[in-house]
């Protein structure tokens, strides 16, 4: 009996849940042990001098979340909000929480840790610095966001 607990165990070390959300025309993964919320789209408070990305914040059960739009983050150009857009809360390693604006939420996947491969883009690739490696569903590809990465600033050299 402690085998097959051993096993079960061993298999899901070896599986990484993501969310799929779409931006553009591309899908993006994110690990879901940083998925602290998804919540509908609502009134964002702009807040003076921040950065281009960071639209706002909003008030999400008392506490004041920063919003950053991902669109932005990847120069891609803004579009106008629809019903299917939805704001992911992500709670940081530090346990501060910040939310990314995205196109749609598509699904929850299982990507296996051994089908993932790390880019090798440029280093000038903007994408590519934000992006813990490709994951493969099927036929698809899924490009995995390395969360610490998005929400970071590049120190200048």
Known sequence: MEDKVDQILDIQEEIVQYI???????????????VDNIVR???????????????GVINLRGEVVPIMSLRRRFDLEDIDYTHMTRIIIVRMEDQSRVGFIVDEVREVVDIEV?????P????????AAYLAGIGKKGESLISLLDI??????KKKA
């Open 20 to 34: 799929v959300v779409k931006l553009g025309g591309e899908q993006y993964g994110i690990d879901i042990a940083f």
């Open 41 to 55: 789209m609502q009134q964002i408070t702009r807040v003076a001098k921040s950065q281009e990305y960071y639209v």
């Open 114 to 118: 051994d089908t993932i491969e790390v």
């Open 120 to 127: 090798n883009f440029k280093l000038d690739d903007k994408k």
């Open 148 to 153: 610490q990465a998005v929400v970071e600033e």
